[in-house]
Structures are given as C-alpha cells and as structure tokens.
C-alpha cells in the first residue's frame, strides 16, 4: 500500500503476498465498507463509529468499562476466523491527518555518532 497523492491509497500486491494474505486484505476493505455504510444510513452514530474512533488499540480491550455506543467484540472481533489471527495497533490517531501531512524527524544529528564510526 502506498498513498501517492493526498487523500488516495494505492493497492499494489506483489508475488510476495500469498492468497491468505490478499483474501484478508480484501475482507478488511469489504468491512470497512461496510462500515461507512453504516454511517451513511444513520445505522451507526455519525459521531461515535468505529471509524471516527479507530484505531482501537489493545488496551482498550483491557479494561471492563467501555465507553462506545457499539459492542466491543464487533471492533475487536468483527470475523469468526479472525479471533486466532488478529494485529492490535500499539498507537491510536495522532492529529489525524495533520501528522501524516507533516511528517518531521525527531533524531539526534547524525554528527553525534561520529565518535562511534568503525573504521
């Protein structure tokens, strides 16, 4: 996946993605899709979906209270089969698409690890 240009994602699969993966890829996309339609029917809360709110981190999962108008499961376990095989982001959103736009590298200068350099 890449995004070439603002507000677009590019899908490119390669011969190193098996056809597990790709069905995966495809069911995440459908879901999401589903999603948005949720939404656009007044099904789900304009304001408080899993959309708006994602993503919803493992440490969400955690704790008893949940303050979401939506099931937990449904977030965390929305297929059968993907109760076995889940990735849980470590981060939620961060500025939206602020950080995205405006990426910047928060690195120590490269001057100091002159001292380190093996010859």
Known sequence: MSFPVA???????TESENKRE??????AMISIRREIAAV???QADPDSNFLKNGPHTHRLLLPEEWAFPYAKREVFF???????DKYRPPVGRVDNLYGDRNLFCN??????YADTIVP
């Open 107 to 112: 690195c120590v200068p490269v001057e100091n």
């Open 22 to 27: 790709i069905d995966r890829f495809c069911e």
């Open 40 to 42: 656009e029917t007044w």
């Open 7 to 13: 507000d677009t994602l590019m899908i490119e699969s």
């Open 78 to 84: 929305p297929l059968s089969w993907i109760c076995d």
